[in-house]
Every structure is written in structure tokens, then in C-alpha cells.
């Protein structure tokens, strides 16, 4: 079992940038497939970015491509968001999540461990 703890959120202004981290305990991280997940008010939560198990495949929506990156640092335990060129749109409580497989899934059904989450709002 992993335990998720996701940190970095805040306020930015549109066009600013924000870090999220999310430090996994129990098993490794290297042991995970891990990825972003966000809710903003009033819609589903949506799969944002995910990180195979290796690390040697990435995946994300449309709506964040050049804009976000996701990486991991297996010796830390460690899984980054990086978010540049935020939006108002991108307002949102973000998740981490792990599922114990080789492959990126967008479903959220496909992760077994989550994070409580950490607030990301963006000002226009």
C-alpha cells in the first residue's frame, strides 16, 4: 500500500507558474504508475498528466500539452507537477494518484491510491 501526500498549491496570476509535489510513503513510487488528476467546482474530476511506472512514458490532456510537465524522482519518492503558462481555466483541486501497473490509464476507476488533494487558483 502507498500513502499520497500532495503540496504546492496556491494562488498565481494567469501566465504564472506553480510546482506541485507529491510524496509518496509505503511502497516506492517506482513501484507506480502515478498521475495529476483535477476537480474544479461544479464538474467531474479530470485526468491531467500521468507517469509510467519507468518513467519512460508520459501522457496528458490536451488542454495542458506545453503548457504542464510531470516528472518523478524515484529516489525521493517524489512526483512533480510542473505548471507554466497557468490559466483561470485551470482552477482546480489536484490529486495525486498510483495505480500498481506498468502503463499511463485516464480513467479514474484504473488508481487504487489517492491524495487529499491541493488547491490550485489561478486570477485572471
Known amino acids: 500500500q502507498v500513502q499520497l501526500v500532495e503540496s504546492g498549491g496556491g494562488v498565481v496570476t494567469a501566465g504564472g507558474s506553480l510546482r506541485l509535489s507529491c510524496a509518496a510513503s509505503g511502497r516506492t513510487s517506482s513501484s507506480y504508475t502515478m498521475a495529476w488528476f483535477r476537480q474544479a467546482p461544479g464538474k467531474e474530476r479530470e485526468f491531467v498528466a500521468g507517469?509510467?511506472?519507468?518513467?519512460?512514458?508520459?501522457s496528458y490532456v490536451d488542454s495542458v500539452k506545453g503548457r504542464f510537465t510531470i516528472s518523478k524522482d524515484n529516489a525521493k519518492n517524489t512526483v512533480f507537477l510542473q505548471m507554466n503558462s497557468l490559466k483561470p481555466e485551470d482552477t482546480a483541486v489536484y490529486y495525486c494518484?498510483?495505480?500498481?501497473?506498468?502503463?499511463?490509464?485516464?480513467?479514474?476507476?484504473?488508481?487504487?491510491?489517492w491524495g487529499q488533494g491541493t488547491q490550485v487558483t489561478v486570477s485572471s
Open positions: 494518484a498510483a495505480r500498481p501497473s506498468l502503463w499511463v490509464r485516464s480513467e479514474e476507476y484504473e488508481y487504487d491510491y
Open positions: 507517469i509510467s511506472r519507468s518513467g519512460s512514458s508520459t
